[in-house]
């Protein structure tokens, strides 16, 4: 078994009509009746015969995947490691990184992926999967007409969908910044406080050809789920909504959570209807006896207590529009939070970030299936497209050889395991075309993995921008200080990933303004972030303060730094100055490599205080990578005195060169009475600068 399937099979005209026939059952076990809906294959464990943590390594380590997931009501987010090749890909390590940061052993692994599997609701038998849910106490509104599928803006400069080189992003490309929609307490009618982001423009006119959402064109190829109410179908829902000009559309999304669906950002907001939907009504698992039969049956009911709308800023600037460039539909994405959980599982669908897995299924709820109008869930297998594999990966979209049509938006892609059986959310459809039966959407990868994973694990009670829990650290400055800019740097001491939440605040008001979450730390790195980017990709748009509070959230055990650059002389400046200061004696965090040392060179300072002379064995570690890269054994440091080393004898001795390594880890695998310091010189103000201190982090 491949893991991630890396080779994706090239989309053939032969591949679209043998599909159903040789691979439909084997991996969406669908069909017209019940009894083929039930043959859905049920997930197992994978091979752990090569299951060895410390056997994991940048060298031997061909596959990782990063998967998040909430598990009987607790979210949680991990990294498997494959080694071997083809056939012979066996998982060797799960790497936790929440709700605690550790390797877990074979035991564990077994117990974890055993309830990951686990997912699922209660079964119906056949009378009660036709049962009609009680009326409701508000029911839908009767004229919902269907969200159309978008299309994609032809590029101008290049053929098919790949995007031409003025409508690439920029290698500057930052992270979706979240936009926020938040409902005030229930009343007759649930009103909106929107965010002033300065984001809203007025959308663009619509064309002058009357729009026409993309028709399913040649063979029809949607099946449709009976009944709905077994894994995966039950997670799949209808949504209805309604805009503040009173127009009502109905979409498709996916439960991830007892609190969050996830669906596409043109569901829920529009500034042509008036911005974000004033109402949204979700039916989880909604099914019907038969397309010619008009009643939809709801055998989860309703859920409507909207508490928060996310989507992103980007998809907030531009929403409105009948098409756009296919490299826009990466900000197509959104999520619904509910006060009052769903109750059917407490265990769901993980979401894989970065999956290069096909063929795909796509579930929703198409408004049309021939001549008919549906309200029964439908779903389509395809392989990826060839402009998808050449193209739009890199601007994380993906394109399939599905079906899609007005009502499809916000449908989950899944991806089916071929070797455990296990399903995985890996994006979602935004767009169609009729003229080649293909179908595309956002996909869920490391661009948008902090937003999403962020919006899989809220809860109620949880403040938008976060708590102020955690390491606190003042002096902070970000982009309102014209000459100075801070620097926060995390160490992750531990051998597992992890990540760290930052909530900013201002500094001379304690208001709490936003959260930010870092990228996944390895084990043993150190990464180091400036307060522009931590700004712009924070959750929350705001009027920046002059300086920073924040309190720092780690998944797992390390230290911490704030770094002061002063632009007009290049100084740096250590202000680790906090509420839990670090006490290792033997740790140092992002020394700089020869690479710097033209203008800052490092010197790492061995004291001895005890009474006899002590040698020590130092490791050096990647900062990027936290692999270790080689080790250097000190000559004898007398009782009471130092040994002063340049980074570049260190290399030297270890017999390393940089090789694209700015900073390293140095940590003594020898325990010893003294300390060690980070010594950097700033060539061009021809100052010395104490760069050790450093603060505690705990894993929370």
């Known amino acids: 078994m491949n893991p991630s399937h890396f080779h994706a099979c090239v989309p053939m005209p032969f591949c679209r009509l043998l599909r159903w026939s040789m691979v439909a059952l084997a991996l969406l076990g669908i069909g017209t009746t019940a009894e083929a809906a039930q043959t859905t294959a049920t997930a197992h464990l994978p091979d752990l015969s090569a299951y060895n943590c410390s056997d994991v390594s940048e060298a031997n380590t061909t596959a990782t995947r990063h998967i998040g997931q909430v ?46 599997f686990a997912i699922g609701a209660p079964a119906a038998s056949a009378a009660e999967s036709l049962q009609r849910a009680p009326a409701e106490s508000t029911p839908e509104p009767a004229n919902v007409q269907p969200e159309p599928i978008k299309r994609v803006r032809k590029p101008t400069a290049s053929s098919g969908n790949a995007p031409s080189t003025s409508e690439r992003p920029a290698t500057s490309d930052l992270p979706p910044v979240p936009d926020t929609k938040t409902f005030d307490a229930p009343d007759t009618a649930p009103r ?50 309604t805009y503040p000009t009173g127009a009502s559309f109905r979409c498709s999304a996916v439960v991830v959570s007892a609190y969050v ?101 796509d579930a929703g709820y198409p408004a049309e299936i021939g001549t008919n109008t549906v309200y029964g869930q439908y779903a389509d297998l395809g392989n990826e497209t060839a402009d998808s594999l050449n193209e739009l990966r890199p601007y994380h979209v993906r394109e399939f050889l599905i079906d899609a049509s007005g009502g499809d938006s916000g449908g989950p892609f899944f991806y089916l395991d071929p070797g455990t059986n296990q399903r995985y959310v890996v994006g979602l459809l935004s767009y169609g075309e009729d003229l080649d039966d293909a179908a595309g959407g956002p996909w869920y990868d490391s661009w948008n993995q902090s937003l999403v994973s962020g919006w899989v694990s809220w809860k109620p009670g949880a403040a938008s921008t976060g708590s102020v829990a955690g390491l606190r650290v003042a002096s902070v400055f970000g982009t309102q200080q014209p000459n100075v800019l801070s620097f926060l740097r995390f160490y992750n001491t531990g051998t597992s990933s992890g990540t760290v939440d ?17 990228p996944s730390l390895p084990g043993r790195s150190s990464r180091q972030f400036a307060m522009v980017d931590i700004e712009n990709n924070a959750s929350a748009t705001f009027t920046k303060p002059i300086n920073y509070s924040v309190s720092v959230r780690a998944s797992f055990n390390g230290t911490f730094q704030n770094v002061l650059f002063r632009k007009t002389d290049g100084t740096l400046t250590n202000l680790s100055t906090c509420d839990s200061p670090a006490n290792s004696q033997n740790t140092l965090m992002n020394v700089h490599s020869s690479l710097l040392q033209s203008n800052y060179p490092s010197a790492v300072v061995i004291y001895n205080t ?25 000559s004898s440091i007398p009782a009471n005195g130092q040994l002063v080393l ?21 940590r003594s695998d020898t325990s010893f009475t003294g300390y060690m310091q980070h010594l950097v010189s700033n060539q061009a103000a021809g100052v010395t600068v104490d760069m050790t201190t450093a603060c505690t982090l705990s894993a929370q």
């Not at 006119?205 to 993309?214: G, L, N």
């Not at 996830?262 to 569901?267: I, R, S, V, Y």
């Not at 009911?301 to 508490?307: E, H, L, M, P, S």
């Open 192 to 241: 909106a406080t929107e965010r002033s982001s300065g984001l809203l423009l007025t959308p663009e006119a619509a064309p002058a050809a009357a729009y026409e959402s993309p028709q399913t064109v040649g063979v029809e190829d949607r099946e449709q789920i009976i009944p709905t109410q077994t894994f995966p179908w039950n997670t799949v829902a209808y949504l209805s909504v």
């Open 610 to 634: 005890s009474t006899t002379a002590v040698q020590l064995s130092l490791g050096i570690y990647s900062a990027q990578t936290g692999l270790r890269r080689g080790t250097y054994l000190t």
């Open 502 to 518: 930052v909530t900013l605040a201002d500094g001379t008001t304690g208001s709490v303004l936003a959260t930010w979450t870092s």
């Open 71 to 116: 598990i009987k009501g607790t979210y949680n987010e991990w990294q498997e490691y494959y080694v071997g090749t083809g056939d012979q890909q066996r998982l060797a390590c799960i790497g936790l990184m929440r709700p605690a940061t550790r390797q877990l052993n074979v035991d564990e692994a077994k117990t974890f992926l055993t309830n990951s």
């Open 261 to 361: 669906v996830l669906t596409a950002g043109h569901c829920i907001h529009s500034n042509s209807r008036g911005g974000y939907i004033s109402t949204a009504r979700v039916y989880p698992g909604q099914t019907q006896s038969s397309p010619s039969d008009g009643t939809p049956i709801r055998p989860y009911g309703v859920k409507n207590d909207v508490q928060y709308l996310q989507t992103t800023a980007q998809w907030v600037k531009i929403s409105g529009e009948d098409s756009y460039l296919v490299t826009d539909y990466r900000h197509d994405i959104a999520a619904i939070e509910f006060k009052t959980p769903f109750t059917y599982t407490s265990t769901f669908m993980p979401v894989m970030y970065g999956s290069t897995g096909s063929p795909v299924t």
């Open 646 to 666: 340049a980074v570049s004898s260190l290399e030297s001795g270890a017999g390393i060169s940089p090789s694209g390594d700015y900073h390293y880890n140095i």
